[in-house]
């Protein structure tokens, strides 16, 4: 989201409300000067077109006119010539990663024990048939690049865990590339979640790099390798810049899903253009909502936006509402139906003192209801997206 918006007034501004502020103007074309134009022998231009330019004619009296700012042009980029190579940039200061403690895991103790002893009791036959279906689900064939973008209403609900997450869990169940993409604002969170240790080329170099006549191991050569199969393609080297524009975002999603069967986008928060433009150009979409009063109310207008679309956008829309705290004000079975009304499939992701903790997520580390609550995400949003011709 912009520095400073309000993203429910723009959802309102959306919706047709008249709360929402006016739509800012858009920038002025870019204006060309004319060649010089040739003599005209018509008196009183005969001195214009020999160089004698004639006085302009006098101001009415009044205010000077703003002058009209002229919009940025990208100059292109000379394909003979290389690009720099970027220096690789760590995503967690060393001083600050020797802080950081041992990791917890997702369930307690007690927690696992008994789950343990649920198990020998617990019909091996039916576990294993749930899993089959699951792993189907995930592994079906595309013919395509399919992209899946999970966005917000805002920051800090858990967007870049599910992200993720997800791309993990695609990671450990298909036998074809996928890429975890990160389309937001610089300082993004994604690349640690990974576990990327460093990151060097962004999303923004690719975009100048791009050809169709690269190979899959030559675009690899540029992405960060997960470190449980996969690729990662951060959105900065982790320095304070201008987030990714659509025109970015869209030259290299359209390129890269060539390469990789599925790539899943961590998109900035709605209203942004770039999620924007994601949430109209993915074959499935995640909105990952907080489970509080506001965060559901929020999500909720969201989704009676996206069913106002010309192409309603429900269908293809799953929703996962994080909890972020082991103590809950809301009940999440009031919110998930709240949510389901609209029509889309909810999955809550229940609170995991593992994922709260921060830093680089292990799968072996989360709690169960996690890793089942992730791998069901993930089917849901698999089926949505395959379903996109």
């Known amino acids: 989201m912009a520095q400073g918006g309000d993203w429910q007034r723009d959802v309102l501004r959306e919706l047709g409300q008249p709360d929402g502020p006016a739509r800012p103007a858009e920038p002025p074309p870019l204006l060309v000067h004319p060649a010089p134009a040739p003599a005209d022998p018509r008196p009183g231009l005969a001195g214009a077109a020999s160089g004698q330019h004639p006085d302009p004619p006098a101001r009415p009296p009044g205010p000077a006119p703003d002058p009209q700012p002229q919009p940025a042009v990208r100059t292109p ?25 041992r990791p917890q895991h997702g369930d307690s103790m007690a927690r696992r024990t008994g789950r343990s002893v649920r198990k020998l009791t617990a019909s091996a036959a039916q576990e294993v048939a ?9 592994q079906q064939p595309v013919t395509t690049g399919r992209v899946i973008a999970v966005t917000s209403i805002r920051g800090g609900v858990g967007k870049s865990t599910v992200s993720a997450l997800l791309g993990r869990t695609f990671n450990h169940y298909r036998h074809d590339p996928v890429l975890t993409l990160e389309a937001d604002a610089a300082l993004g969170t994604l690349p640690v979640r990974m576990g990327a240790e460093s990151v060097r080329w962004s999303c923004a170099d690719l975009a100048q790099i791009l050809t169709p006549a690269m190979q899959l191991t030559d675009v690899t050569g540029y992405l960060v390798p997960v470190a449980d199969g996969g690729w990662l393609l951060p959105a900065s080297q982790g320095r304070v810049g201008a987030p990714m524009d659509v025109r970015t975002y869209r030259a290299v999603t359209l390129a890269l899903r060539r390469y990789f069967a599925v790539t899943v986008v961590d998109c900035e928060s709605l209203p942004g253009d770039v999620a924007r433009t994601a949430m109209d150009t993915a074959h499935a979409r995640v909105v990952v909502a907080p489970t509080t009063a506001e965060g559901v109310n929020g999500t909720r207008l969201v989704l009676d936006w996206l069913a106002q679309l010309p192409h309603s956008a429900l269908t293809s829309t799953v929703v996962a509402l994080t909890a972020s705290s082991p103590d809950l004000i809301l009940d999440a079975k009031a919110a998930a139906a709240h949510l389901r009304e609209t029509g889309v499939t909810v999955v809550p992701l229940p609170y995991d003192r593992h994922l709260a903790g921060g830093g680089p997520i292990r799968t072996d580390m989360l709690g169960e209801a996690t890793r089942d609550a992730t791998v069901r995400l993930a089917a849901e949003a698999m089926q949505r997206a395959v379903r996109v011709r």
């Open 77 to 101: 980029r000379d394909p003979r010539v290389p690009m720099p190579t970027p220096e690789s940039v760590p995503t967690v200061d060393p001083r600050l990663a020797h802080a950081l403690g």
């Open 130 to 138: 749930e899993q089959t279906g699951v792993a189907r689900e995930l």
